[in-house]
């Protein structure tokens, strides 16, 4: 099974392609100024040529529904819905939170993904390993760093993250128990666990209509926040 996954959840454009069969894999991870429409097709073109594997030949297309960045999700899903539907695939979603914590795989602690949410929160969760296989040990959420750090403070911990970085005090203030403050390299997206990601997806529920995928925001956006705001503010009835 022939596999390429996007995550354009942050300002990491992560592409990923793995073969389950014969084991060839390959990524490109790029941390640039250019905006995701401008690089992801070129990214994927490029992982493609490199691997000598035409876009006809792939078997599951994945992409990232977030949480993450608004713009970056919109941008991935579009790309990859108009992938998906030019080549008769149903299209395989997966938690950015699930692709980044797999950058620790098959640790024996706790993994706690951060993602910068703006506005003092992140979007995190708790994940564990059981060989491979991830499981949820407390659900994904946009919240105040110190909320995730007072559920892992207790247990041996492995933070990664642009959030985690961010909020390293915070961290560090809260565990009790040992932790891991994840360097800058592998707390970014990873084009390769994507597609790991994709891969395991796939074969416990398939793929989903292209058409039917939307982003998983967690909260709403700013844009939103500041027009229920206005909306509050403009039905207060004057005393």
């Not at 990524?27 to 006809?56: F, P, W």
């Not at 699930?98 to 994940?127: K, Q």
């Not at 793929?207 to 925001?217: A, C, E, N, Q, W």
């Given at each position: 099974?022939?596999?390429?996954?996007?995550?354009?959840?942050?300002?990491?454009?992560?592409?990923?392609?793995?073969?389950?069969?014969?084991?060839?894999?390959?990524?490109?991870?790029?941390?640039?100024?250019?905006?995701?429409?401008?690089?992801?097709?070129?990214s994927?073109?490029?992982?493609?040529?490199?691997?000598?594997?035409?876009?006809?030949?792939?078997?599951?297309?994945?992409?990232?529904?977030?949480?993450?960045?608004?713009?970056?999700?919109?941008?991935?899903?579009?790309?990859?819905?108009?992938?998906?539907m030019?080549?008769?695939?149903?299209?395989?979603?997966?938690?950015?939170?699930?692709?980044?914590?797999?950058?620790?795989?098959?640790?024996?602690?706790?993994?706690?993904?951060?993602?910068?949410?703006?506005?003092?929160?992140?979007?995190?969760?708790?994940?564990?390993?059981?060989?491979?296989?991830?499981?949820l040990e407390?659900?994904?959420?946009?919240?105040?760093p110190d909320?995730?750090?007072?559920?892992?403070?207790?247990?041996?911990t492995?933070?990664?993250?642009?959030?985690?970085n961010?909020y390293?005090?915070?961290?560090?203030?809260?565990?009790?128990?040992?932790?891991?403050?994840?360097?800058?390299?592998?707390?970014?997206?990873?084009g390769?666990?994507?597609?790991?990601?994709?891969?395991?997806?796939?074969?416990?529920?398939?793929?989903?209509?292209?058409?039917?995928?939307?982003?998983?925001?967690?909260?709403?956006?700013?844009?939103?926040?500041?027009?229920?705001?206005?909306?509050?503010?403009?039905?207060?009835?004057p005393?």
């Amino acid at each position: 099974m022939r596999i390429l996954a996007v995550d354009t959840s942050t300002e990491v454009g992560a592409v990923g392609f793995l073969d389950t069969d014969s084991g060839a894999a390959g990524e490109t991870n790029l941390a640039v100024s250019q905006t995701h429409s401008q690089r992801l097709l070129s990214s994927i073109d490029h992982l493609l040529n490199m691997l000598a594997c035409g876009l006809s030949e792939i078997d599951v297309l994945g992409v990232s529904i977030g949480p993450g960045s608004f713009t970056g999700l919109r941008i991935g899903i579009s790309i990859m819905q108009g992938l998906a539907m030019a080549q008769d695939r149903m299209l395989t979603p997966f938690s950015s939170l699930e692709a980044l914590a797999n950058n620790y795989a098959g640790s024996p602690h706790l993994v706690c993904p951060m993602i910068d949410a703006r506005m003092g929160e992140v979007f995190t969760a708790l994940f564990s390993f059981d060989g491979d296989k991830l499981l949820l040990e407390a659900h994904e959420r946009a919240a105040p760093p110190d909320e995730i750090v007072r559920l892992a403070s207790e247990r041996e911990t492995i933070f990664l993250g642009d959030g985690a970085n961010l909020y390293a005090q915070t961290i560090t203030n809260g565990m009790r128990a040992k932790y891991i403050i994840a360097p800058s390299h592998l707390s970014q997206p990873r084009g390769i666990c994507a597609a790991r990601i994709v891969a395991q997806t796939a074969r416990e529920r398939g793929g989903v209509d292209p058409s039917k995928i939307r982003p998983k925001y967690l909260r709403k956006s700013n844009a939103e926040l500041t027009r229920d705001s206005n909306m509050d503010a403009g039905s207060i009835s004057p005393t």
